[in-house]
Protein backbone atom coordinates (compact mmCIF):
# COMPACT_ATOMS: atom_id res chain seq x y z
CA UNK A 1 0.00 0.00 0.00
CA UNK A 2 2.53 2.39 1.29
CA UNK A 3 4.78 1.66 -1.87
CA UNK A 4 1.55 2.49 -4.34
CA UNK A 5 0.84 5.44 -2.60
CA UNK A 6 4.71 6.22 -2.83
CA UNK A 7 4.58 5.35 -6.47
CA UNK A 8 1.45 7.36 -6.92
CA UNK A 9 2.90 10.73 -5.15
CA UNK A 10 6.16 10.24 -7.38
CA UNK A 11 3.91 9.98 -10.79
CA UNK A 12 2.19 12.78 -9.56
CA UNK A 13 5.36 14.97 -8.59
CA UNK A 14 6.33 14.20 -12.17
CA UNK A 15 3.40 14.83 -13.91
CA UNK A 16 3.29 18.65 -11.99
CA UNK A 17 7.01 19.70 -13.00
CA UNK A 18 6.12 18.00 -16.43
CA UNK A 19 3.17 20.13 -16.63
CA UNK A 20 4.96 23.41 -15.04
CA UNK A 21 7.71 23.13 -17.10
CA UNK A 22 6.23 22.97 -20.73
CA UNK A 23 3.84 25.91 -19.45
CA UNK A 24 6.64 28.75 -21.00
CA UNK A 25 7.71 26.75 -23.78
CA UNK A 26 7.39 24.78 -27.17
CA UNK A 27 9.16 21.68 -28.32
CA UNK A 28 9.11 19.34 -31.23
CA UNK A 29 6.33 17.70 -29.91
CA UNK A 30 4.27 20.37 -28.02
CA UNK A 31 3.36 22.98 -30.54
CA UNK A 32 0.76 25.66 -29.94
CA UNK A 33 -2.37 25.34 -31.71
CA UNK A 34 -5.03 28.59 -31.72
CA UNK A 35 -7.19 28.48 -28.50
CA UNK A 36 -3.89 27.68 -26.26
CA UNK A 37 -1.61 30.01 -24.85
CA UNK A 38 2.19 30.02 -23.63
CA UNK A 39 2.60 32.09 -20.06
CA UNK A 40 6.32 33.10 -18.91
CA UNK A 41 7.53 31.44 -15.96
CA UNK A 42 6.67 34.70 -13.54
CA UNK A 43 3.20 34.85 -15.64
CA UNK A 44 4.21 38.23 -16.48
CA UNK A 45 3.88 37.70 -20.22
CA UNK A 46 1.75 35.57 -22.68
CA UNK A 47 1.93 33.74 -25.84
CA UNK A 48 -0.69 33.01 -28.25
CA UNK A 49 -2.65 34.19 -31.16
CA UNK A 50 -5.46 37.10 -30.86
CA UNK A 51 -7.27 39.44 -33.09
CA UNK A 52 -7.46 42.68 -33.34
CA UNK A 53 -10.28 45.14 -32.12
CA UNK A 54 -13.37 43.98 -35.12
CA UNK A 55 -10.99 42.14 -36.89
CA UNK A 56 -11.16 38.28 -37.41
CA UNK A 57 -7.88 38.24 -38.35
CA UNK A 58 -5.50 36.10 -36.35
CA UNK A 59 -2.57 37.11 -35.96
CA UNK A 60 0.66 35.34 -32.94
CA UNK A 61 1.86 37.67 -30.59
CA UNK A 62 3.06 38.37 -26.83
CA UNK A 63 1.04 40.07 -24.14
CA UNK A 64 1.22 40.87 -20.79
CA UNK A 65 -0.53 38.28 -18.63
CA UNK A 66 -1.38 40.87 -15.86
CA UNK A 67 -2.30 43.38 -17.25
CA UNK A 68 -6.81 43.65 -17.84
CA UNK A 69 -6.60 45.79 -20.69
CA UNK A 70 -4.94 43.21 -23.60
CA UNK A 71 -1.52 45.40 -24.87
CA UNK A 72 0.58 43.42 -27.57
CA UNK A 73 4.11 44.58 -27.19
CA UNK A 74 5.28 41.31 -30.61
CA UNK A 75 3.75 40.21 -33.31
CA UNK A 76 5.23 37.44 -35.56
CA UNK A 77 3.32 37.45 -39.03
CA UNK A 78 2.31 41.32 -39.07
CA UNK A 79 1.78 41.27 -42.46
CA UNK A 80 0.74 38.24 -43.02
CA UNK A 81 -2.49 37.24 -40.98
CA UNK A 82 -4.17 33.99 -40.97
CA UNK A 83 -7.56 34.14 -41.93
CA UNK A 84 -9.09 31.20 -39.80
CA UNK A 85 -8.53 29.41 -36.28
CA UNK A 86 -6.35 26.76 -37.94
CA UNK A 87 -3.08 28.78 -37.02
CA UNK A 88 -0.15 26.56 -35.51
CA UNK A 89 3.52 27.75 -33.77
CA UNK A 90 5.84 24.73 -33.84
CA UNK A 91 9.03 23.80 -33.66
CA UNK A 92 10.29 22.09 -37.00
CA UNK A 93 12.71 19.21 -37.66
CA UNK A 94 14.98 22.02 -38.91
CA UNK A 95 14.96 23.94 -35.38
CA UNK A 96 13.45 26.26 -36.23
CA UNK A 97 9.75 28.89 -35.23
CA UNK A 98 7.36 28.00 -37.84
CA UNK A 99 4.06 29.19 -37.69
CA UNK A 100 1.77 27.53 -40.06
CA UNK A 101 -1.81 25.81 -40.71
CA UNK A 102 -2.75 22.56 -39.97
CA UNK A 103 -2.48 21.19 -43.61
CA UNK A 104 1.11 23.34 -43.58
CA UNK A 105 1.01 24.26 -47.00
CA UNK A 106 2.03 27.81 -46.35
CA UNK A 107 4.26 28.87 -43.99
CA UNK A 108 3.65 32.98 -42.43
CA UNK A 109 6.50 33.58 -40.76
CA UNK A 110 9.31 31.50 -39.59
CA UNK A 111 12.77 32.47 -37.62
CA UNK A 112 14.38 30.91 -40.56
CA UNK A 113 17.92 30.90 -38.87
CA UNK A 114 20.48 28.20 -39.69
CA UNK A 115 20.29 24.82 -37.39
CA UNK A 116 23.24 24.63 -34.98
CA UNK A 117 22.52 21.32 -33.49
CA UNK A 118 20.42 18.25 -34.62
CA UNK A 119 19.43 16.84 -31.29
CA UNK A 120 17.23 18.43 -28.75
CA UNK A 121 15.17 22.29 -30.15
CA UNK A 122 12.74 24.18 -28.51
CA UNK A 123 11.42 27.63 -27.56
CA UNK A 124 10.99 29.54 -24.52
CA UNK A 125 8.59 32.49 -23.24
CA UNK A 126 10.99 34.61 -20.88
CA UNK A 127 9.06 36.29 -17.87
CA UNK A 128 10.85 39.66 -19.33
CA UNK A 129 8.74 39.34 -22.75
CA UNK A 130 11.28 37.52 -24.93
CA UNK A 131 10.60 34.72 -26.91
CA UNK A 132 14.14 32.53 -27.29
CA UNK A 133 14.58 29.48 -29.84
CA UNK A 134 16.74 27.19 -28.40
CA UNK A 135 19.05 24.19 -30.83
CA UNK A 136 20.72 21.72 -28.64
CA UNK A 137 20.70 24.39 -25.93
CA UNK A 138 22.69 27.08 -27.87
CA UNK A 139 20.77 30.14 -28.04
CA UNK A 140 20.21 30.98 -31.34
CA UNK A 141 17.37 33.59 -31.83
CA UNK A 142 15.40 35.73 -29.62
CA UNK A 143 12.04 38.22 -30.39
CA UNK A 144 14.13 41.23 -28.90
CA UNK A 145 16.49 40.94 -31.87
CA UNK A 146 13.52 42.12 -34.02
CA UNK A 147 10.54 44.07 -32.29
CA UNK A 148 7.40 45.29 -33.33
CA UNK A 149 6.56 48.55 -32.00
CA UNK A 150 7.48 48.15 -28.94
CA UNK A 151 10.77 48.66 -26.26
CA UNK A 152 10.10 46.57 -23.70
CA UNK A 153 12.95 46.68 -20.37
CA UNK A 154 15.97 44.94 -20.95
CA UNK A 155 15.87 45.24 -24.86
CA UNK A 156 18.80 45.99 -26.64
CA UNK A 157 17.89 49.04 -28.53
CA UNK A 158 21.06 49.56 -31.61
CA UNK A 159 23.67 48.18 -33.46
CA UNK A 160 25.38 44.66 -33.02
CA UNK A 161 28.40 45.16 -34.89
CA UNK A 162 29.01 41.79 -35.39
CA UNK A 163 26.03 40.73 -36.77
CA UNK A 164 25.38 43.79 -38.27
CA UNK A 165 21.84 43.68 -36.59
CA UNK A 166 20.41 47.01 -36.10
CA UNK A 167 16.95 46.90 -34.08
CA UNK A 168 14.55 49.24 -35.09
CA UNK A 169 10.73 49.75 -34.18
CA UNK A 170 7.94 49.92 -36.56
CA UNK A 171 4.67 51.12 -35.78
CA UNK A 172 1.21 49.55 -36.59
CA UNK A 173 -0.56 50.39 -39.85
CA UNK A 174 -3.81 50.87 -37.77
CA UNK A 175 -4.83 50.61 -34.41
CA UNK A 176 -6.29 47.94 -35.57
CA UNK A 177 -4.16 46.20 -38.26
CA UNK A 178 -0.10 45.37 -36.09
CA UNK A 179 1.46 45.41 -39.95
CA UNK A 180 4.01 47.07 -40.35
CA UNK A 181 3.25 51.21 -40.52
CA UNK A 182 4.57 54.57 -41.47
CA UNK A 183 6.99 55.43 -38.60
CA UNK A 184 9.90 53.91 -37.43
CA UNK A 185 12.20 54.73 -34.75
CA UNK A 186 15.96 53.70 -35.13
CA UNK A 187 19.59 54.57 -34.11
CA UNK A 188 21.97 56.24 -36.62
CA UNK A 189 25.87 55.65 -36.50
CA UNK A 190 27.79 58.96 -38.13
CA UNK A 191 29.10 61.36 -36.03
CA UNK A 192 27.90 60.43 -31.96
CA UNK A 193 24.94 57.97 -32.35
CA UNK A 194 21.65 59.46 -31.82
CA UNK A 195 18.12 57.88 -32.45
CA UNK A 196 15.90 59.11 -34.80
CA UNK A 197 11.77 58.71 -35.47
CA UNK A 198 11.04 58.91 -39.49
CA UNK A 199 8.05 58.50 -41.42
CA UNK A 200 9.18 56.48 -44.56
CA UNK A 201 12.67 58.14 -45.35
CA UNK A 202 11.60 61.55 -43.66
CA UNK A 203 13.15 62.86 -40.50
CA UNK A 204 10.48 63.99 -37.77
CA UNK A 205 12.03 63.94 -34.62
CA UNK A 206 15.63 62.97 -33.16
CA UNK A 207 17.08 62.66 -29.61
CA UNK A 208 20.32 64.12 -29.80
CA UNK A 209 23.58 62.53 -28.90
CA UNK A 210 24.06 60.82 -25.57
CA UNK A 211 25.37 62.98 -22.62
CA UNK A 212 26.32 60.40 -20.85
CA UNK A 213 23.11 60.65 -18.32
CA UNK A 214 20.88 60.44 -21.42
CA UNK A 215 20.14 61.76 -24.60
CA UNK A 216 20.74 65.78 -25.20
CA UNK A 217 17.07 65.90 -26.44
CA UNK A 218 15.39 64.56 -23.70
CA UNK A 219 15.37 66.37 -21.12
CA UNK A 220 12.94 63.80 -19.06
CA UNK A 221 15.95 61.52 -18.73
CA UNK A 222 16.79 62.32 -15.70
CA UNK A 223 18.55 60.88 -12.42
CA UNK A 224 15.70 60.55 -10.87
CA UNK A 225 14.06 58.48 -13.52
CA UNK A 226 12.02 55.21 -13.69
CA UNK A 227 14.82 53.44 -15.04
CA UNK A 228 18.28 52.82 -14.92
CA UNK A 229 19.80 53.41 -18.61
CA UNK A 230 22.45 51.94 -20.13
CA UNK A 231 24.70 53.30 -23.02
CA UNK A 232 26.90 51.12 -24.71
CA UNK A 233 28.97 51.88 -27.38
CA UNK A 234 32.33 49.17 -27.47
CA UNK A 235 33.96 47.29 -30.29
CA UNK A 236 31.30 44.75 -30.49
CA UNK A 237 27.96 46.61 -30.10
CA UNK A 238 26.33 50.57 -30.47
CA UNK A 239 23.45 50.24 -28.05
CA UNK A 240 20.89 51.31 -25.32
CA UNK A 241 18.88 49.52 -22.22
CA UNK A 242 16.59 50.45 -20.37
CA UNK A 243 16.48 48.56 -17.02
CA UNK A 244 13.38 49.20 -14.59
CA UNK A 245 13.84 50.32 -10.86
CA UNK A 246 11.12 48.76 -9.44
CA UNK A 247 10.13 45.26 -10.97
CA UNK A 248 6.68 45.75 -10.17
CA UNK A 249 6.04 48.78 -12.28
CA UNK A 250 5.19 47.69 -15.58
CA UNK A 251 6.45 50.46 -18.36
CA UNK A 252 6.94 50.20 -22.37
CA UNK A 253 8.10 52.39 -25.20
CA UNK A 254 6.00 52.57 -27.97
CA UNK A 255 6.06 53.80 -31.48
CA UNK A 256 2.44 54.58 -32.38
CA UNK A 257 0.63 54.74 -35.67
CA UNK A 258 0.09 58.65 -35.52
CA UNK A 259 4.07 59.20 -35.44
CA UNK A 260 4.41 59.70 -31.91
CA UNK A 261 7.29 57.90 -29.48
CA UNK A 262 5.41 57.21 -26.03
CA UNK A 263 6.81 55.72 -22.61
CA UNK A 264 3.87 54.30 -20.67
CA UNK A 265 3.14 53.45 -17.84
CA UNK A 266 0.18 50.27 -16.31
CA UNK A 267 -1.34 52.66 -13.58
CA UNK A 268 -2.69 49.31 -11.73
CA UNK A 269 -5.29 51.16 -9.60
CA UNK A 270 -7.20 52.74 -12.49
CA UNK A 271 -6.48 49.28 -14.51
CA UNK A 272 -5.27 51.88 -17.70
CA UNK A 273 -2.41 52.86 -19.03
CA UNK A 274 -0.87 56.40 -18.09
CA UNK A 275 1.41 58.19 -20.32
CA UNK A 276 4.82 59.39 -18.89
CA UNK A 277 6.51 61.47 -21.57
CA UNK A 278 6.10 61.40 -25.47
CA UNK A 279 7.84 63.08 -28.39
CA UNK A 280 7.70 64.94 -30.54
CA UNK A 281 5.75 67.61 -28.25
CA UNK A 282 5.86 71.17 -29.94
CA UNK A 283 7.29 72.98 -33.20
CA UNK A 284 10.46 72.83 -31.78
CA UNK A 285 10.56 69.16 -31.71
CA UNK A 286 10.24 68.72 -35.68
CA UNK A 287 13.36 68.16 -37.35
CA UNK A 288 15.21 70.87 -38.75
CA UNK A 289 12.21 72.90 -37.88
CA UNK A 290 14.46 76.44 -38.14
CA UNK A 291 16.72 75.32 -41.45
CA UNK A 292 20.26 75.05 -40.84
CA UNK A 293 21.90 77.28 -38.37
CA UNK A 294 18.29 78.49 -37.14
CA UNK A 295 17.82 77.77 -33.05
CA UNK A 296 14.22 77.19 -31.82
CA UNK A 297 13.15 78.73 -28.97
CA UNK A 298 9.50 77.94 -27.70
CA UNK A 299 10.31 80.42 -24.89
CA UNK A 300 10.89 83.73 -27.27
CA UNK A 301 8.36 86.58 -26.03
CA UNK A 302 7.16 86.58 -29.83
CA UNK A 303 5.14 84.15 -31.04
CA UNK A 304 7.74 82.99 -33.53
CA UNK A 305 9.89 80.49 -31.97
CA UNK A 306 13.07 80.45 -34.93
CA UNK A 307 15.88 82.31 -34.14
CA UNK A 308 19.51 82.13 -35.66
CA UNK A 309 22.35 81.19 -33.90
CA UNK A 310 24.60 83.78 -32.48
CA UNK A 311 26.92 85.29 -35.31
CA UNK A 312 24.01 84.23 -38.04
CA UNK A 313 21.28 86.20 -39.72
CA UNK A 314 18.12 85.01 -41.67
CA UNK A 315 18.88 83.55 -44.96
CA UNK A 316 15.17 84.47 -46.46
CA UNK A 317 13.89 87.74 -44.27
CA UNK A 318 10.79 87.51 -46.18
CA UNK A 319 10.10 83.91 -45.25
CA UNK A 320 11.33 85.04 -41.62
CA UNK A 321 8.85 87.87 -41.31
CA UNK A 322 6.35 84.76 -42.57
CA UNK A 323 6.85 82.89 -39.97
CA UNK A 324 8.61 80.21 -42.00
CA UNK A 325 12.43 79.42 -40.77
CA UNK A 326 13.13 76.65 -43.29
CA UNK A 327 15.31 78.17 -44.77
CA UNK A 328 18.03 78.64 -42.04
CA UNK A 329 20.40 80.87 -41.64
CA UNK A 330 23.56 82.43 -43.08
CA UNK A 331 26.96 83.21 -41.35
CA UNK A 332 25.90 87.54 -41.14
CA UNK A 333 27.25 90.19 -43.85
CA UNK A 334 30.82 91.79 -42.60
CA UNK A 335 31.70 88.39 -40.47
CA UNK A 336 35.23 88.00 -40.59
CA UNK A 337 35.34 84.45 -39.32
CA UNK A 338 38.50 82.71 -38.35
CA UNK A 339 40.24 85.80 -37.97
CA UNK A 340 41.74 87.36 -34.67
CA UNK A 341 39.88 87.11 -31.87
CA UNK A 342 37.77 84.67 -32.40
CA UNK A 343 35.64 82.94 -29.69
CA UNK A 344 32.75 80.86 -28.97
CA UNK A 345 29.45 81.74 -27.07
CA UNK A 346 28.09 78.94 -24.71
CA UNK A 347 23.91 77.98 -25.64
CA UNK A 348 23.29 76.68 -22.25
CA UNK A 349 20.12 73.63 -21.92
CA UNK A 350 20.12 72.82 -25.81
CA UNK A 351 19.77 69.81 -27.97
CA UNK A 352 22.82 69.81 -29.67
CA UNK A 353 23.08 70.13 -33.44
CA UNK A 354 22.55 67.10 -35.46
CA UNK A 355 26.15 65.06 -35.25
CA UNK A 356 25.81 63.62 -38.70
CA UNK A 357 28.03 66.60 -39.50
CA UNK A 358 29.75 66.15 -36.45
CA UNK A 359 33.55 64.16 -35.51
CA UNK A 360 33.45 62.26 -32.40
CA UNK A 361 37.47 62.79 -30.28
CA UNK A 362 36.83 60.66 -26.97
CA UNK A 363 40.25 61.57 -25.76
CA UNK A 364 40.11 65.63 -26.01
CA UNK A 365 38.86 67.01 -22.61
CA UNK A 366 36.50 70.48 -23.30
CA UNK A 367 39.46 72.70 -23.28
CA UNK A 368 41.51 70.88 -25.63
CA UNK A 369 38.31 70.65 -27.48
CA UNK A 370 37.88 74.50 -27.76
CA UNK A 371 41.76 74.57 -29.05
CA UNK A 372 41.56 71.90 -31.40
CA UNK A 373 38.44 73.53 -33.29
CA UNK A 374 39.48 77.10 -32.85
CA UNK A 375 42.82 76.24 -34.92
CA UNK A 376 40.55 74.52 -37.90
CA UNK A 377 38.46 77.20 -39.69
CA UNK A 378 35.69 75.03 -41.04
CA UNK A 379 35.12 73.90 -37.38
CA UNK A 380 31.56 75.22 -36.62
CA UNK A 381 31.51 74.69 -32.87
CA UNK A 382 31.98 72.22 -30.02
CA UNK A 383 29.97 70.10 -27.50
CA UNK A 384 31.31 67.61 -24.79
CA UNK A 385 30.52 63.93 -26.01
CA UNK A 386 29.89 62.65 -22.09
CA UNK A 387 29.79 64.91 -19.77
CA UNK A 388 30.99 61.80 -16.98
CA UNK A 389 33.66 60.10 -19.25
CA UNK A 390 34.81 62.86 -20.94
CA UNK A 391 35.26 63.36 -24.82
CA UNK A 392 34.61 65.99 -27.64
CA UNK A 393 31.86 66.38 -30.62
CA UNK A 394 33.48 69.15 -33.08
CA UNK A 395 30.81 70.22 -36.17
CA UNK A 396 32.57 70.84 -39.95
CA UNK A 397 29.63 71.35 -41.55
CA UNK A 398 25.96 72.42 -41.21
CA UNK A 399 23.81 72.63 -37.75
CA UNK A 400 20.57 71.74 -37.90
CA UNK A 401 17.67 70.96 -35.52
CA UNK A 402 19.23 72.57 -32.19
CA UNK A 403 16.92 73.78 -29.59
CA UNK A 404 16.34 75.03 -26.28
CA UNK A 405 14.90 73.92 -22.97
CA UNK A 406 13.54 75.00 -19.92
CA UNK A 407 15.70 72.43 -18.31
CA UNK A 408 17.76 70.12 -19.10
CA UNK A 409 19.46 69.66 -22.36
CA UNK A 410 23.49 70.45 -22.24
CA UNK A 411 25.83 73.18 -23.26
CA UNK A 412 26.60 73.76 -26.92
CA UNK A 413 29.39 76.24 -28.02
CA UNK A 414 29.50 77.89 -31.15
CA UNK A 415 32.03 80.06 -32.94
CA UNK A 416 31.65 83.69 -33.67
CA UNK A 417 34.13 86.70 -34.44
CA UNK A 418 35.39 88.77 -32.35
CA UNK A 419 32.78 91.30 -32.75
CA UNK A 420 29.74 88.94 -31.85
CA UNK A 421 31.83 88.08 -28.75
CA UNK A 422 30.95 90.89 -27.41
CA UNK A 423 26.35 91.01 -28.26
CA UNK A 424 24.79 88.55 -25.33
CA UNK A 425 22.26 86.49 -26.89
CA UNK A 426 19.42 86.08 -24.44
CA UNK A 427 17.01 83.16 -24.27
CA UNK A 428 13.49 83.07 -22.74
CA UNK A 429 13.15 80.78 -20.47
CA UNK A 430 9.54 79.16 -19.40
CA UNK A 431 8.58 82.44 -17.51
CA UNK A 432 9.05 85.26 -20.07
CA UNK A 433 9.99 87.18 -17.46
CA UNK A 434 12.63 85.18 -16.41
CA UNK A 435 15.53 85.38 -18.69
CA UNK A 436 18.69 83.53 -19.16
CA UNK A 437 22.29 85.14 -20.49
CA UNK A 438 24.36 83.07 -22.67
CA UNK A 439 28.13 82.99 -21.65
CA UNK A 440 30.57 84.01 -24.17
CA UNK A 441 34.16 83.15 -23.93
CA UNK A 442 37.23 83.53 -25.83
CA UNK A 443 40.83 82.61 -26.35
Known sequence: MYQERGFLASMLIFLIVRFCSSTDTITLTQPLKDGDILVSNGKTFALGFFSPTNSSNRYMGIWYNKVSEQTVVWVANRDRPITGSTGILSVDETGNLVLHENDQAFVFWSTNVSRVANDVFSAQLLDSGNLVLFQGGIYSWQSFDYPSNTLLPGMKFGLDKKTGLNRVITSWKSGVNPGVGDYSYKMEFVGSPQLFLY????????????????????????????????????????????????????????VNESGTVERLTWHEAEQKWVGFWSAPKDQCDGYNHCGPSGFCNPFKSDSFECDCLPGYEPRSPQDWYLRDGSKGCKIKVGTQMCGSGDGFVELDRVKVPDTSTARVNMSLGLEACEETCLMNCTCMGYASADVSKGGCIMWYGDMIDTRTFSDGGQSFYIRVDAAELGTPLILFSSKPSKMDHVFESGC
Open 199 to 254: KGVTRVWRTGSWTGHGWSGVPAMTQNYIFNVSYINNNDEVVVVYLIRNSSIFSRLV
